[in-house]
């Protein structure tokens, strides 16, 4: 029997399926539901050490030996420092070892509460990974769990043979040994090899490859190799196409009707995404859809939850293996993938009609449009700002987007334009960079404007609707008092005077009928400029949902 620690066990399970055969084991009361699973588990060998100081050293030697890694487990307090001197000569030799650490709960650290130390991130450099597990109380925590250790497990075993640190909270009671089984936990592998993912990729009959923002452009001319095999999902974040990627859409059409649009296989690059509803769609698959990431550094971005693999590979390595790649020749293959594939591009159809046709009333939707539609050229670079103005460009935008979309804040936007503005400019680079800003990140970042000489390549479009819009489109904070003024932060104020004081020249629009003389004035100066488009949140609140409800009916 094992114990009934949820942390524990997830641990446990995946020590197995790591391959992990050794650990150095030492006394301790913390540390018992630890030492009881590995005790109990067929699979590993335990060694007793009473002295952590030897412990370490002891793994170190039997790893030298095996060449392999292997564990070495304490319970918690000074147990942990203890190890340091063998971890250190682990990390020099580059033969890492496995640290797990018992630990108090987390709220009893600083509480004068026994053997209770921060022992996270305790070893400092000496481990190239540190990971502190929950004290898994539901699916999200054990996911979190399992995701920790697959994470440390999978560093331990790179070609650095690094050492990694889990900490293991373990709250009391600590010796009830009633679980029969160990849970059956998922395994993520990381690879260096693309053969096993193309295999998988190409024997899938409803396979999705999915771009997220990513720091090289995917060129249209890849976009277009892809689609002939696989449904291929992007933003304007990822790829230069002059196609609109109408990624949103076809995730809000789909919702609640997905299992016809279920693939058995999906294949994620790059970074974040706009889309919500896509990251929603991948956490909804079932289990036994086969995800697997590309990743140029090999780390574990597990938006979908159910990562299996990550692939460690260069970006457009990866991405001309796998249009290269032989077909599988089987019976009846061809037919159903290409059902997958029409059905897809079918509902793709059937919304860019929709789209085309949507005329939207006066709106930031519709300065967006026109935006892009009369104003933006090949030869210019677009940044848009995070919150409601990125949501717009992935909407309308036909060409490739920059964004502050690591971390998703609205400070810095329009810093990192004017930078790439001077930069192109001392360049000598044709074209224009333009910023599409909402009205609170251009107020918060505005000392971009603040410099001795701006570029003179700067374009700027406002849109003012007097406040955060986007918190409007919230489901439920409209009941709440506080919204208008302390979450949206509603107010009344221009850019006139802080583009008087920059020298730049300034425009604004607050009708259709001048709309497009305004875009036209931004798009021919010569200088810095700045367009403010003023709206209502309320108009740009209905726009947008009239534009989603307009797809709906579609399925």
Wanted: with cysteine; net charge negative.
């Amino acid at each position: 029997m094992y114990c009934d620690k949820e942390n524990v066990n997830i641990l446990t399970a995946l020590l197995v399926a790591h391959g992990i055969e050794d650990i150095v084991v030492c006394p301790g009361s913390r540390n018992a539901p630890l030492v009881h699973n590995f005790n109990e588990c067929p699979e590993l060998t335990c060694h007793a050490v009473t002295d952590e100081r030897s412990a370490a050293f002891i793994a170190l030697g039997i790893r030298q030996q095996k060449r392999m890694p292997v564990a070495v487990c304490v319970t918690s307090g000074s147990a942990l420092l203890n190890l340091l001197p063998g971890v250190a000569e682990a990390a020099y030799q580059q033969q890492g070892i496995i640290v797990i650490s018992a630990d108090r709960p987390e709220a009893w650290v600083g509480q004068l509460d026994g053997q209770t130390i921060p022992q996270p991130m305790a070893l400092g450099t000496f481990v190239k990974k540190s990971v502190s597990l929950p004290i898994a109380m539901d699916k999200e925590q054990r996911w979190l769990c399992n995701r920790l250790v697959n994470e440390a497990l999978m560093e331990a075993f790179s070609p650095e043979s690094p050492s990694v640190h889990i900490n293991v909270p373990i709250s009391e009671p600590l010796f009830s040994f009633t679980t029969a089984h160990l849970p059956e936990e998922r395994k993520v592998e990381r690879i260096y090899s693309l053969s096993t993912t193309l295999e998988k990729l190409h024997s899938a009959l409803h396979p999705i490859i999915i771009f997220g923002q990513t720091p090289s452009v995917v060129p249209e001319r890849v976009i277009k190799a892809l689609r002939e095999r696989f449904v291929v999902l992007y933003e304007p974040l990822s790829a230069d196409s002059q196609e609109l990627s109408l990624l949103d859409q076809m995730m809000f059409a789909i919702e609640g009707k997905e299992e016809s649009y279920t693939p058995d296989c999906v294949v994620y690059f790059g970074g974040n995404t706009i889309s919500k509803r896509l990251r929603h769609f991948l956490r909804r698959l079932p289990s036994s859809t086969l995800h697997i990431t590309v990743s140029e550094n090999g780390l574990l971005h597990d938006t979908s939850m159910n990562t299996r693999y990550v692939v460690q590979s260069p970006l457009f390595t990866a991405i001309n293996k796998i249009i290269e790649g032989e077909w599988i020749k089987e019976e009846g293959y061809d037919t159903r993938r290409t059902m997958f594939l029409d059905l897809w591009n079918s509902l793709r159809c059937r919304i860019e009609k929709k789209h085309k046709a949507f005329l939207p009333e006066y709106s930031q939707l519709l300065v967006v449009k026109k935006f892009e539609e009369t104003v933006v050229t090949e030869n210019d670079t677009v940044y848009y700002a995070n919150s409601m103005a990125i949501r717009l460009a992935a909407v309308f935008s036909r060409h490739h987007i920059l964004c502050n979309r690591g971390i998703n804040g609205i400070e810095g936007s329009m810093s990192v334009a004017v930078g790439a503005a001077r930069a192109m400019e001392m360049a000598g680079k044709e074209g224009r960079v333009f910023c599409v800003i909402g009205d609170l990140s251009f107020f918060y970042d505005n000392n971009a404007l603040w410099q001795q000489e701006l570029p003179r390549n700067l374009r700027i479009l406002l849109l003012n609707n007097g406040g955060g819009g986007i918190f409007r489109n919230l489901p439920g904070l409209d009941s709440s008092p506080a919204s208008l003024k302390y979450v949206s932060a509603s107010h009344n104020t221009s850019a006139s005077g802080i583009c008087l004081q920059n020298g730049v020249a300034y425009l604004s629009v607050s009708d259709s009928d001048s709309l497009e003389e305004s875009l036209h004035i931004l798009s021919s100066s010569s200088s810095p400029t700045l367009l403010e488009a003023f709206s209502s949140q309320e108009a740009d609140r209905n726009e947008y949902k009239k534009y989603y409800n307009n797809l709906k009916g579609l399925m």
